[in-house]
């Protein structure tokens, strides 16, 4: 039954910038130019982004995902996801002799390198981010299990011991900004002075442009909507950054289909962002939707306008066989 379209208007507000960033979008593409160049079945060790649409429409497509290696078979292409891998695993591939892609975002790989890079050095590194997350296990098993500890929270930065009398470094999951680790690095700084303090460039740049975003829309919208799969941390911190900038309302949705319309009671100016894992597609559905049951006008924020993109890895750049050289 067609929904009934409400008399009232409803101001939307659109988020800029908003769902993929630069190393989501090289992710996925890594897997669909696989599928093109390899055929199918393409494996893809864990889920390529946190986003439950694309990875049903890659699997639509060929691809095959997995938790482990070892659930492939050696004469198959497979990808490593954008949230980066432990050492071990393209290993284990080499000595596999398979075809592995790296779909790891590149300024994951800017982390591993400069913790590598401090390990060398003689420091003992201190990774802020959540445990058990894909990024996190990646970085950790970049170094031997002793060089390097996992600080969640404050609590955690007010009981780390100082191995022996190693100096210190630190590491931050990218996808964690400025204002998620600022309580921790403030306690970590007074407790270890000699630790540098944190620059711009350390940071993702995608996660701190759809945060900063999202604290301009709520601070004036009534319910703030961020499109992004549940397991997505960077799509939920969006939802916590709109109540803290003033939303009187946050919510992630997968979809227009999770959207309980009871949300909209005296709801007169609507917000809506996205993950950087969800696709636009997904924000223009739940637009619709809300055309559907109010009058609407929608305008969009002036927000960072971002350009940066990654190349794809090189046996992918050439041309898929059977087609002509773009």
């Not at 998620?180 to 630790?195: G, H, S, V, W, Y």
């Not at 005296?266 to 969800?278: H, K, N, R, Y």
Request: charged residues 25%.
């Amino acid at each position: 039954m067609p929904a009934v379209t409400e008399s009232r208007p409803l101001k939307v507000r659109l988020a800029t910038p908003r769902g993929f960033c630069a190393g989501v979008d090289r992710a996925i593409q890594i897997v669909e130019r696989a599928i093109e160049k390899f055929g199918a079945p393409v494996y893809v060790r864990h889920e390529i982004v946190h986003n439950r649409h694309v990875v049903e429409r890659l699997k639509a497509m060929g691809a095959v995902f997995v938790k482990e290696l070892d659930e492939c078979p050696d004469d198959r292409p497979v990808v490593f996801s954008a949230h980066g891998v432990p050492k071990s695993v393209p290993a284990t591939a080499k000595a596999r002799q398979m075809l592995y892609l790296d779909a790891t975002c590149p300024l994951v790989s800017k982390v591993h390198v400069e913790a590598e890079r401090n390990f060398r050095a003689g420091r003992h590194i201190i990774l802020i981010g959540h445990a058990g997350h894909p990024e996190v296990v990646g970085t950790m098993g970049q170094l031997p299990s002793d060089a390097i500890s996992l600080v969640e929270t404050v609590e955690d930065a007010e009981r780390f011991e100082r191995p022996g009398d190693a100096p210190l470094a630190y590491a931050t999951q990218t996808t964690l900004s400025v204002d998620d680790t600022a309580d921790i690095l403030a306690t970590l700084k007074r407790r270890f002075p000699e630790l540098p303090d944190p620059h711009k460039e350390d940071i993702c740049y995608a996660t701190t442009n759809r945060q900063d975003a999202v604290k301009t829309l709520g601070a004036g919208c009534d319910l703030v909507l961020v499109v992004g799969s549940k397991n997505s941390s960077n799509s939920a911190r969006l939802v916590d950054v709109a109540l803290k900038a003033g939303a009187r309302a946050a919510r992630l949705v997968d979809d227009a289909s999770d959207v309980d319309w009871d949300w909209f009671d005296g709801v007169d100016i609507l917000g809506v962002t996205a993950g950087a894992s969800a696709p636009e597609p997904l924000v223009e559905g739940l637009i619709e939707a809300v055309r559907q049951r109010f009058d609407v006008t929608i305008s969009e924020d002036d927000g960072a306008r971002e350009t940066i993109t990654f190349k794809l890895p090189r046996v992918l750049q050439d041309p898929v066989p059977g087609t002509a050289p773009a």
